[in-house]
């Protein structure tokens, strides 16, 4: 569908993951670059509160050096 839109000359939102295979993906981003048009990947979560807050708190260093972090409703695990 990515592919098909992009030789619509349309630019394109895609969910995560884009494709199931490297290849596959390879191919819709080179649709897109070819078509010129542009193709986004969905990253939704990062407008969330508490990602958003999580960002702020590593920008200003009050965190740590972040590993990995699994946020769920309103609480943050660091680990």
Do not use: N, W
């Amino acid at each position: 569908m990515v592919v098909q839109a992009a030789f619509a000359k349309r630019h394109v939102v895609c969910e995560k993951p884009i494709a199931l295979s490297v290849q596959d993906g390879l191919e819709m981003i080179a649709a897109c670059d070819q078509a010129g048009v542009r193709f986004f990947v969905a990253m939704v979560v990062r407008f969330f509160p508490q990602y958003r807050l999580s960002r702020e708190l590593v920008v200003k260093g009050q965190i740590g050096k972040l590993g990995v972090m699994r946020l769920l409703t309103r609480l943050a695990c660091y680990c």
